[in-house]
T-cell receptor, first 114, second 111 residues
């Protein structure tokens, strides 16, 4: 089944403890992206990747890192999480990077930083 | 950056009625897409309309696009309880490729 898989679904951590949220897609998509969703703010893009080894900042990249060493994987890394990074995170992918094709979303990771 | 803005923020209707949601945006776009999100889940793509198209249909969904007014509407006909969800419009600007999402319309369909 074609899908975007994020892990974990739920994560509770403490301030400053490094964490990684994994994202994997099995559709051979070129484009991958991370969003965070907060009440009243909608979805905001954190980072995106047009292809392997190519990543770029979105609207809210501060406090996050990403890597794209393989086409299928696009992990989101929080080196030193803070409470304002408590949010619902979504990974998404699409065949092309022009925005001309729909995004396929994972089921989300709900992160709580205490 | 967020560009699309949905209206209304929330909509409550009864099964069988039609639901209309609107989206306004600010800059020229390549295309506009509508997504649905069930509570706490990932977004699901519904329909994509390109800037040179004016209307598109998919099942019970009808989307219109007016580039002169920088607005789009999503019509769901003969709504069902299963249509209860949040609906988002997302735009792709001419100058870029990132999808910019609005804040969504929350639709409640009661039996």
């Amino acid at each position: 089944e074609a899908q975007v898989t994020q892990n974990p679904r739920y994560l509770i951590t403490v301030t400053g403890k490094k964490l990684t949220v994994t994202c994997s897609q099995n559709m051979n998509h070129e484009y991958m992206s991370w969003y965070r969703q907060d009440p009243g703010l909608g979805l905001r893009q954190i980072y995106y990747s047009m292809n392997v080894e190519v990543t770029d900042k979105g609207d809210v990249p501060e406090g996050y890192k990403v890597s794209r060493k393989e086409k299928r994987n696009f992990p989101l890394i929080l080196e030193s999480p803070s409470p304002n990074q408590t949010s619902l995170y979504f990974c998404a992918s699409s065949p092309g990077g022009t925005g001309d094709s729909p995004l396929h979303f994972g089921n989300g990771t709900r992160l709580t930083v205490t | 950056s967020q560009q699309g803005e949905e209206d209304p923020q929330a909509l409550s209707i009864q099964e069988g009625e039609n639901a209309t949601m609107n989206c306004s945006y600010k800059t020229s776009i390549n295309n506009l897409q509508w997504y649905r999100q069930n509570s706490g889940r990932g977004l699901v793509h519904l329909i994509l309309i390109r800037s040179n198209e004016r209307e598109k249909h998919s099942g019970r969904l009808r989307v219109t696009l007016d580039t002169s007014k920088k607005s789009s509407s999503l019509l769901i006909t003969a709504s069902r309880a299963a249509d209860t969800a949040s609906y988002f419009c997302a735009t792709v600007p001419n100058s870029g490729y990132a999808l910019n999402f609005g804040k969504g319309t929350s639709l409640l369909v009661t039996p």
